[in-house]
């Protein structure tokens, strides 16, 4: 009882009404305006697939990975898209180690609706071999800190994973045809996933006054804030999803606006993204270029080496 | 290290321990009577180390190990902020951001009888005195400084409260003022608490000078002295 509450993480009331009489003349705790976005850094790891993205105090890491699985019966020829989600109490000590929580479920389903319904990865290139094989893909997110707003950086960490991603190159063969040969990375390089848009989910706060309402909630932010709606958008301004759990209604005037914000928000974040992922790819490309001298050195050598023996 | 425990015990003074370090020997400094603070430990002549830091020493007699954390280990005599979670009969529940909650018994309060016990709801912010923390117990607070004065302890009403770490909140304490305080009281006035337990409650009487003042504090974190003053400046020009 006693550990549980040392472990709560909880709000003062000054804090709750500050930020409450602060936003009644649009400021924010942290100094941005109410539709102000946060600022994203996106880095990579050294392997293909995974990405950090850091969104203020947000932490969240994303990891790509894929295997060749049996398809389910009734869609024989699509590859499996799925995601975890690893919500760890270091991140927040209101997390529980194990059992994930209802937070952790809510911000799977809410990424996996955006890029599923969206149809935003191409699940049919993902194919082997119809009703046998087929690639599935999964996606962990792992939430390093919790400053806030977890939806939105998990789901720029998912995509970014997803377009850094790369599945090795793999070919039927054998007597039947039906034997399926995987490709080492060394010998054919691995694909990149087809990934036809970005959904970027953006999350709103709504307070008890309904004319507030703030881009990005902070984590003192969702503590005080009555109802919070996630919109998924792509920078076609095409709607992917959209989330309202709970708490206080919202007006239909409220929720287009929203709309219009984030197809704002969703342009720059996807132009941001893709700066990301094409650094990425450049660095990716220079290390490849920088390993081909050495080897063909030693090759030269070896075949000098031969001849002169011969 | 047999060498270092036979130097004079000044040798380790501002200098970086580790846990284990033997940074005093007591059978070497009989005549005088020796106070410890944070982080370090009595194993009968030798004093050690108990966690990474520095180093400090206060005239005449006390000692402490300086570190930077985000977890505030209760201290005897250290001021905090803490946040009241529960109340029972005798004693209010208090989140220090220690690793157990502190109790602050009712009557811990200027003038404080079984009549006057004060009301507070969850969340009310306090200013607190640490007056007893041992291993394996609760820390106890009080509201009242040693001779039984209210001495600005209590809640604090309004304002913003935010989180630093430990070591940035003992920066802003230290005499001469830190020059984040310098700089922003140049051009700003507002009020702030700082607890040593890494909590820092701001209140001005407007709410842009508290954002101001919280995430200058915020920023100072990693910054030198002259840094902070530049980029308080900064700061400053860009709301003008």
Redesign the interface.
């Known amino acids: 009882m006693?550990g549980r509450?040392?472990n709560s993480w909880?709000?003062?009331?000054?804090?709750?009404?500050?930020i409450k009489?602060?936003l009644l003349?649009e400021?924010?705790?942290?100094?941005r305006k109410p539709y102000e976005y946060r600022k994203i850094a996106i880095k990579f790891g050294r392997e293909d697939g995974s990405s950090e993205v850091q969104l203020g105090q947000t932490h969240v890491m994303g990891i790509v990975t894929a295997q060749l699985v049996q398809p389910y019966r009734d869609r024989p020829k699509e590859g499996i898209l799925s995601i975890y989600t690893e919500f760890s109490p270091m991140a927040d000590p209101s997390f529980e180690p194990g059992r994930p929580g209802e937070l952790a479920v809510e911000l799977g389903r809410i990424i996996d609706r955006g890029l599923r319904e969206s149809r935003s990865v191409d699940t049919e290139s993902l194919c082997v071999l119809a009703g046998k094989f087929v690639w599935a893909i999964r996606i962990d997110l792992h939430i390093l800190d919790n400053g806030g707003n977890l939806v939105d950086a998990a789901n720029i960490a998912a995509l970014a994973a997803l377009l850094t991603f790369r599945r090795p190159e793999c070919s039927l063969g054998g007597e039947d045809g039906q034997e399926v040969i995987v490709h080492p990375p060394e010998i054919r390089e691995p694909l990149p996933l087809t990934v036809h848009h970005l959904p970027i989910a953006i999350t709103f706060g709504f307070f008890s006054n309904e004319s507030i309402l703030v881009i990005d909630p902070t984590h003192n932010e969702e503590a005080v804030m009555s109802g919070r709606m996630t919109t998924t958008v792509n920078a076609n301004g095409d709607i992917c999803a959209i989330q309202k759990a709970g708490g206080e209604g919202v007006p239909q005037r409220v929720i287009m606006q929203c709309l219009q914000l984030a197809t704002a928000k969703a342009v720059g974040i996807t132009k941001q993204i893709k700066e990301a992922v094409e650094v990425y790819n450049t660095e990716r490309a220079l290390r490849k270029i920088k390993r081909h001298p050495t080897s063909t050195s030693v090759n030269v050598r070896e075949k000098q080496n031969q001849s002169i023996g011969k | 290290m047999e060498q270092k425990q036979s130097n004079s015990p000044a040798s380790f003074i501002d200098s970086t321990v580790v846990p284990g370090d033997v940074v005093l020997d007591l059978s070497s400094m009989t005549n005088q009577t020796v106070k410890l603070g944070g982080g370090l430990r009595q194993d009968c002549d030798a004093i050690s180390a108990m966690k990474a830091g520095t180093l400090r020493f206060s005239k005449p007699n006390k000692y402490w190990v300086e570190s930077s954390q985000k977890r505030y280990v209760p201290c005897v005599e250290d001021t905090v902020l803490g946040?009241v979670?529960?109340s029972k009969a005798d004693n209010f529940?208090i989140?220090v951001k220690?690793?157990?909650?502190g109790f602050l018994p009712v009557l811990a309060f200027e003038g404080g009888t079984r009549r006057n016990i004060p009301k507070f709801?969850?969340?009310?912010?306090l200013y607190l005195r640490v007056v007893k923390a041992n291993f394996g117990m609760?820390p106890e607070l009080s509201c009242t400084d040693a001779g039984g004065k209210a001495a600005e302890f209590g809640p604090?009403?309004?304002?913003?409260?935010?989180e630093t770490s430990t070591g940035l909140s003992r920066k802003l304490l230290s005499s001469p003022t830190c020059p984040v305080l310098e700089a922003l009281g140049k051009k700003l006035s507002f009020e702030i608490a700082v607890g040593l337990n890494g909590r820092v409650?701001v209140n001005a009487a407007s709410?842009?000078t508290?954002?101001?003042v919280?995430?200058a504090i915020m920023n100072s974190e990693s910054l030198s002295g002259a840094q902070q003053i530049i980029m308080v400046e900064h700061l400053l020009k860009s709301i003008q």
């Not at chain 2, 220690?98 to 909650?101: F, H, I, T, Y």
């Not at chain 2, 709801?121 to 912010?125: A, D, K, W």
């Open positions: 006693e509450l040392a909880r709000l003062t009331v000054n804090d709750k009404n500050f009489t602060a003349s400021i924010r705790i942290d100094g | 946040i979670v529960d529940l989140d220690g690793p157990a909650v709801e969850v969340g009310t912010l609760n604090l009403k309004d304002g913003y409260m935010f409650w709410p842009d508290i954002v101001v919280a995430n």
